[in-house]
């Protein structure tokens, strides 16, 4: 049984990731939210602006300039490439768990098991997935800082440990609290002295450091080049923590995160783990409930309704910690059998993975390839209109620009506005002379029939005109 596990392992992770990996993924789900760090990965976008989340400096960038440095030029293809980081993390959680059939039990049942889980974690506009793999390797490599052979490789590890930690951090600011977790747990497992526990502190450290110096970097460079920061302050919530908690508990509750939750911190004080079995169980549930203080204490959340969104990554590894115990204890109880155990577990994942959809995104393709034209052209309308099309046409083929005073991503994207450029507009905002002024320029419509474009989510289909910029628009940055 114990030769047989590696190659079940092997086999229950490819079966699963070319399910997952068609399409967009097994919820399939792309808005403009989706198609703004896609086109990041396209090309649009120049220097330290890329490093952030276009705009808005919620999470970092780096999965995308990665697939930008790939040529990577679809949704599909990104999607693919993600689906390979995922499966990337079951190499450390196999040295961390031990078990390589627990190991993709653990890293995929959370997908098969839940529906918010498998929406979210898939979306091109969410940050979640990368977060969780750069977890997975910063965890190992923090085990193997303090647990090392050699001071030689205790050192290599923390240097991985600090990569993987500032990967996560650039990722989401709430890594850095629950790696610090991770630290504490796995310093009681390894009971080792300060000298030891000294590396993996000062990578943490300097992960830290190093998210904060991109993060001033980035927002100098947009305050020097727009005369705006984009930062997203984030002030404690005074006066609502009971609603707050209320709240939070409310909507955890809704989205099914706190029954796998109770399940896994159920399993904790049960008789027959092993030590270090019941230290890697504690991980998983610390990682299912570090996020929920920020949630209750700061005031972007509730400002944001506490959007069900929020609660995948708890719920990724509250589902990862009820699977991983549970797979352990019948284990434990099925004593010589607990092996089978084990492949039974990795057959239950492969044969309740959800499959993706072929191409979801055909007839959203086929309606952006119909504003193409000749020469690249603007998109100019709302802001939901905008950046799918530009996402899904041929690389450059579309320019987005939201309408003055929606909310454009790419500001830079405003200095396209120059005479002799063709540019469609949503017919909703053309004037009635045929002419139309944004961001102070001026745009006239040509004779040419209106072009069907993509359906809202409201039903209604985006019809497009084609219009000409004569006069430049006002220049973007800092008033001189």
């Known amino acids: 049984m114990g030769r047989l596990e590696p190659w079940a392992a092997a086999g229950a992770l490819a ?75 079951v190499i450390p959680l196999w040295r961390l768990l031990g078990s390589p059939a627990l190991a993709v039990v653990t890293l995929l049942a959370p997908v098969a098991l839940g529906r918010l889980v498998a929406w979210n974690t898939f979306q091109a506009g969410q940050p979640y997935l990368w977060q969780l793999v750069t977890l997975c390797w910063a965890w190992w490599a923090c085990r193997a800082a303090l647990e090392g052979s050699t001071p030689r490789a205790r050192l290599l590890a923390a240097v991985g440990l600090l990569v993987a930690a500032a990967l996560s951090a ?86 099914g995160v706190v029954a796998p939750l109770l399940v896994g911190a159920a399993l904790l004080p049960l008789p027959g783990w092993s030590r270090g079995r019941r230290i890697d169980q504690a991980v998983l549930v610390w990682l299912a409930v570090c996020s929920y203080p920020a949630f209750v204490l700061v005031q972007y959340f509730r400002e944001s309704m506490f959007a069900g969104r929020y609660f995948s990554f708890p719920g990724y590894w509250a589902l990862a910690a009820a699977a991983h115990g549970t797979v352990v204890l019948l284990a434990v109880l099925a004593g010589k059998l607990g092996g089978a155990v084990r492949l039974l577990a990795l057959a239950a994942v492969v044969v309740v993975m959800p499959t993706s959809p072929r191409d979801p995104l055909a007839e959203r393709r086929a309606a952006a390839a119909r504003l193409v034209g000749a020469e690249p052209r603007l998109l100019l309308g709302d802001y939901w209109e905008v950046y799918v099309p530009a996402a899904l046409a041929p690389r450059g083929a579309l320019i987005p620009l939201p309408r003055e005073n929606d909310h454009n991503r790419f500001p830079a994207v405003q200095d396209a506005l120059r005479p002799g450029r063709a540019a469609l507009v949503a017919c909703a905002l053309a004037g009635l002379d045929g002419t139309l002024q944004q961001y102070g320029a001026i745009l006239r419509r040509t004779t040419d029939a209106p072009l069907a474009g993509d359906t809202t989510s409201s039903g209604e289909q985006t019809w497009w005109c084609l219009h000409v910029v004569e006069t430049p628009a006002r220049p973007v940055g800092p008033a001189r």
């Open 170 to 255: 650039w990722i989401s600011l709430l890594s850095i609290p629950a790696l610090l977790g991770v630290l504490v747990l796995e310093v009681v497992r390894a009971r080792v002295g300060p000298p030891r526990v000294a590396a993996p502190v000062v990578a943490l450290g300097l992960a830290a450091l190093f998210e904060a110096q991109l993060r001033g970097f980035y927002n100098a460079f947009c305050k020097r080049t727009f005369g705006k920061s984009f930062m997203t302050v984030m002030h404690l919530d005074r006066g609502h923590l009971r609603a707050n908690l209320v709240a939070v508990a409310t909507v955890a509750w809704r989205e």
């Open 15 to 89: 079966g699963c990731s070319f399910r997952l990996a068609r399409g967009i993924g097994p919820d399939p789900f792309f808005n403009s939210d989706c198609a703004v760090p896609l086109l990041v990965m396209r090309g649009l976008g120049d220097g330290p602006f890329t490093l952030y989340y276009p705009r808005q400096d919620r999470y970092g960038m780096w999965p995308f300039l990665v697939a930008r440095w790939l040529h990577l030029g679809t949704p599909e293809a990104f999607h693919v490439f993600s689906v390979l980081a995922l499966c990337s993390a």
